[in-house]
């Protein structure tokens, strides 16, 4: 399930949107394209009947149920207070995507292409700053009203006005929706980034007729009028919602959705407590569950349904980047504003002994920002990055053009005192000064740490990199807080270090600037929690969404990636390129999973079979 908006890229030139359709006139001499990607290329023609990865004769009917997980800004949480997952006010119900038609949407077996839902083609300027979608007239919202060209500009409009930072910080170069008859054309920015006309037909329609005197930025739990495929069911805040398909569902036979969408019911369940969590999904009170825990992967599934084979356990490959997951240290705060300080504080923490003692050695250490992917940076800087890096020597650390950093590893102890000295070392470099067993900044204040959390799952990974803290004269504390407090600390940037994972896609976009730009530093409510604000960066996240080849943006990731790597803005976890699922055994699906994403559950259907079989019927 997504947790919000995709995230994909866009069509280079002309010449490459030429391999997508076929010329007619338009705008000024456009062409008109039945999906676009960024690089021109579309392994579906513009007659294909569905995408090949799902079963197009997959039944109808069933209930699909799974913990809440995951809302907007891919935060975990779980719980949810709030319907309107596009603003920032609240915690967002997970499935609401389900519930809205884009434009366009992503084809799970191709890097980055998408295809039309709402529009039938796309026209394209030959100066690219011009879109001019063609929709489907039988579009229609849940009450039979008709979805219209007008709903389209409204809601595009709306998102960059009062939308949640993580789409209005990144369609600011969206200059205008604008609606005529059965289209509705979309008018960029000179200089806009490669990406974002495809990050804009990949967002949520609303109905203007529906918000006409509603408070948008509202926190709401009334259900929404959309258009999508799901409408919301029965819910309980902070316990459970149910999406129900919408039996008239007017997209059901495009191309897009044909064998998708399968169970007449998506219900998430609400925990405060993974173990009481874990507790429910044995007694059967959901059907999936992805472990994302490697100690209840490895010892918790001995119980009886497994044993009985009425639960099964399945490790399926994850060929997507891995995303940055780790402890982010926010360099607003003074005393991490040394890059030195940070890296002290990052030796502090020993992968080898925690991947041993706590998660069975299921994991590999993060080292990139663009980990599992031909993105990541290694070695030395290639010819290629060095003329990105060159114009850009005199603000870069020398570290940028010598072997691409990485964690150091440890000797798996769990206090490494050679990477401790090392830590001590650097503390001592930016003119800290150890007294009476208390590290002291310059200006003698100590330094202390809190690390804020909205969960205690991470606590054990902690609490031992507490301690290593501790032995060079570092105080610090793990503190989780409730949902709504993490959430308005982290909109105000009110905290020394917290832990987050950002997914990532295999063609990243404008959505680097909203994690990684200095505009998005001081944006209250952005994804950039660490407070990166470095020309370099955002020079560099430019010819990364300007790149023209898949090679060029290759080049630009791997030196982008070099120059993070160097700043020390994050301590890095851990990752596992595959997914742990645990099913009751009432589902079937294609026979291979997407190469791009799981197909969970869109792709899968409900089994009566093998219900009946073991008795869930």
Same mark, same amino acid.
Not at 48 to 63: A, C, E, H, L, Q
Not at 485 to 507: A, E, N, V
Not at 522 to 543: E, F, H, Q, R, Y
């Given at each position: 399930?997504?947790?919000?908006?995709?995230?994909?890229?866009?069509?280079?030139?002309?010449?490459?949107?030429?391999?997508?359709?076929?010329?007619?006139?338009?705008?000024?001499?456009?062409?008109?394209?039945?999906?676009?990607?960024?690089?021109?290329?579309?392994?579906?023609?513009?007659?294909?009947?569905?995408?090949?990865?799902?079963?197009?004769?997959?039944?109808?009917?069933?209930?699909?149920?799974?913990?809440?997980?995951?809302?907007?800004?891919?935060?975990?949480?779980?719980?949810?207070?709030?319907?309107?997952?596009?603003?920032?006010?609240?915690?967002?119900?997970?499935?609401?995507?389900?519930?809205?038609?884009?434009?366009?949407?992503?084809?799970?077996?191709?890097?980055?292409?998408?295809?039309?839902?709402? @529009?039938? %083609?796309?026209? +394209?300027? /030959?100066?690219?700053? !011009?879109?001019?979608? *063609?929709?489907?007239?039988?579009? $229609? &919202?849940?009450?039979?009203?008709?979805?219209?060209?007008?709903?389209?500009?409204?809601?595009?409009?709306?998102?960059?006005?009062?939308?949640?930072? @993580?789409? %209005?910080?990144? +369609?600011? /170069?969206?200059?205008? !929706?604008?609606?005529? *008859?059965?289209?509705?054309?979309? $008018? &960029?920015?000179?200089?806009?980034?490669?990406?974002?006309?495809?990050?804009?037909?990949?967002?949520?329609?609303?109905?203007?007729?529906?918000?006409?005197?509603?408070?948008?930025?509202?926190?709401?739990?009334?259900?929404?009028?959309?258009?999508?495929?799901?409408?919301?069911? $029965?819910?309980?805040?902070?316990?459970?919602?149910?999406?129900?398909?919408?039996?008239?569902?007017?997209?059901?036979?495009?191309?897009?959705?044909?064998?998708?969408?399968?169970?007449?019911?998506?219900?998430?369940?609400?925990?405060?407590?993974?173990?009481?969590?874990?507790?429910?999904?044995?007694?059967?009170?959901?059907?999936?569950?992805?472990?994302?825990?490697?100690?209840?992967?490895?010892?918790?599934?001995?119980?009886?349904?497994?044993?009985?084979?009425?639960?099964?356990?399945?490790?399926?490959?994850?060929?997507?980047?891995?995303?940055?997951?780790?402890?982010?240290?926010?360099?607003?705060?003074?005393?991490?504003?040394?890059?030195?300080?940070?890296?002290?504080?990052?030796?502090?923490?020993?992968?080898?002994?925690?991947?041993?003692?706590?998660?069975?050695?299921?994991?590999?250490?993060?080292?990139?920002?663009?980990?599992?992917?031909?993105?990541?940076?290694?070695?030395?800087?290639?010819?290629?990055?060095?003329?990105?890096?060159?114009?850009?020597?005199?603000?870069?650390?020398?570290?940028?053009?010598?072997?691409?950093?990485?964690?150091?590893?440890?000797?798996?102890?769990?206090?490494?005192?050679?990477?401790?000295?090392?830590?001590?070392?650097?503390?001592?470099?930016?003119?800290?000064?150890?007294?009476?067993?208390?590290?002291?900044?310059?200006?003698?204040?100590?330094?202390?740490?809190?690390?804020?959390?909205?969960?205690?799952?991470?606590?054990?990974?902690?609490?031992?990199?507490?301690?290593?803290?501790?032995?060079?004269?570092?105080?610090?504390?793990?503190?989780?807080?409730?949902?709504?407090?993490?959430?308005?600390?982290?909109?105000?940037?009110?905290?020394?270090?917290?832990?987050?994972?950002?997914?990532?896609?295999?063609?990243?976009?404008?959505?680097?600037?909203?994690?990684?730009?200095?505009?998005?530093?001081?944006?209250?409510?952005?994804?950039?929690?660490?407070?990166?604000?470095?020309?370099?960066?955002?020079?560099?996240?430019?010819?990364?969404?300007?790149?023209?080849?898949?090679?060029?943006?290759?080049?630009?990731?791997?030196?982008?990636?070099?120059?993070?790597?160097?700043?020390?803005?994050?301590?890095?976890?851990?990752?596992?390129?595959?997914?742990?699922?645990?099913?009751?055994?009432?589902?079937?699906?294609?026979?291979?999973?997407?190469?791009?994403?799981?197909?969970?559950?869109?792709?899968?259907?409900?089994?009566?079979?093998?219900?009946?079989?073991?008795?869930?019927?």
């Amino acid at each position: 399930m997504s947790a919000g908006p995709t995230r994909r890229t866009v069509v280079a030139g002309a010449a490459a949107v030429a391999l997508c359709g076929s010329s007619r006139e338009g705008i000024g001499q456009a062409r008109t394209a039945h999906g676009l990607s960024s690089f021109g290329d579309l392994k579906y023609q513009p007659d294909f009947r569905n995408f090949d990865y799902v079963d197009p004769m997959s039944p109808k009917g069933g209930r699909f149920s799974a913990q809440l997980t995951s809302t907007i800004g891919n935060q975990s949480s779980e719980t949810f207070n709030t319907l309107n997952i596009y603003v920032l006010r609240g915690d967002g119900a997970p499935g609401m995507n389900l519930t809205f038609d884009s434009l366009m949407v992503r084809a799970l077996d191709e890097p980055d292409a998408l295809y039309g839902l709402l @529009a039938r %083609s796309v026209e +394209i300027s /030959d100066d690219r700053l !011009a879109y001019r979608f *063609a929709l489907r007239p039988q579009a $229609r &919202f849940h009450d039979g009203s008709p979805l219209t060209a007008r709903d389209v500009a409204f809601s595009l409009m709306l998102l960059k006005e009062k939308g949640h930072p @993580a789409i %209005s910080q990144v +369609i600011r /170069d969206m200059v205008e !929706a604008s609606a005529e *008859a059965e289209t509705v054309t979309v $008018r &960029f920015a000179p200089g806009r980034s490669r990406d974002l006309p495809l990050f804009v037909a990949t967002l949520p329609v609303f109905s203007a007729d529906y918000y006409r005197g509603r408070d948008f930025e509202a926190s709401s739990l009334e259900p929404p009028l959309g258009s999508g495929s799901y409408q919301v069911g $029965r819910l309980e805040s902070g316990r459970f919602i149910e999406l129900e398909r919408v039996r008239d569902y007017w997209g059901a036979d495009l191309p897009v959705n044909v064998g998708q969408n399968n169970f007449d019911a998506i219900r998430y369940e609400c925990f405060r407590d993974r173990q009481v969590a874990f507790e429910a999904f044995k007694g059967g009170a959901f059907t999936y569950r992805e472990e994302f825990t490697a100690k209840v992967w490895a010892t918790g599934y001995d119980f009886p349904a497994v044993k009985e084979g009425r639960v099964r356990r399945e490790i399926l490959p994850d060929k997507t980047p891995s995303g940055t997951q780790g402890w982010w240290i926010n360099t607003r705060r003074a005393a991490f504003k040394d890059r030195r300080v940070r890296e002290a504080i990052g030796l502090c923490f020993d992968f080898t002994w925690t991947n041993k003692n706590l998660m069975f050695e299921a994991y590999q250490r993060t080292a990139s920002y663009f980990e599992n992917s031909d993105l990541k940076a290694t070695g030395l800087p290639s010819p290629e990055e060095l003329a990105l890096l060159e114009p850009l020597r005199a603000t870069l650390l020398p570290e940028v053009f010598g072997e691409v950093w990485s964690p150091p590893e440890s000797d798996g102890s769990g206090q490494d005192r050679t990477l401790l000295g090392r830590a001590a070392g650097l503390l001592r470099e930016a003119g800290c000064v150890r007294s009476e067993g208390v590290q002291r900044l310059p200006d003698g204040k100590p330094i202390e740490i809190e690390f804020l959390d909205v969960t205690a799952s991470l606590e054990p990974h902690t609490l031992p990199f507490i301690r290593n803290l501790g032995l060079i004269g570092i105080k610090a504390r793990f503190r989780t807080v409730d949902a709504s407090q993490y959430q308005s600390r982290l909109k105000d940037f009110d905290f020394d270090i917290t832990s987050r994972r950002y997914s990532s896609g295999m063609t990243p976009g404008p959505e680097m600037r909203e994690i990684y730009g200095s505009r998005a530093a001081s944006t209250p409510g952005s994804n950039n929690l660490a407070g990166i604000a470095d020309p370099a960066v955002d020079a560099l996240i430019t010819a990364a969404t300007d790149a023209v080849s898949r090679p060029a943006l290759v080049t630009a990731c791997r030196a982008l990636d070099r120059v993070l790597r160097a700043g020390q803005y994050w301590v890095p976890m851990w990752y596992g390129a595959a997914h742990r699922i645990a099913v009751w055994d009432v589902f079937s699906r294609p026979a291979e999973p997407p190469p791009y994403g799981l197909g969970v559950p869109a792709t899968w259907w409900f089994d009566a079979a093998k219900a009946r079989r073991i008795g869930r019927i």
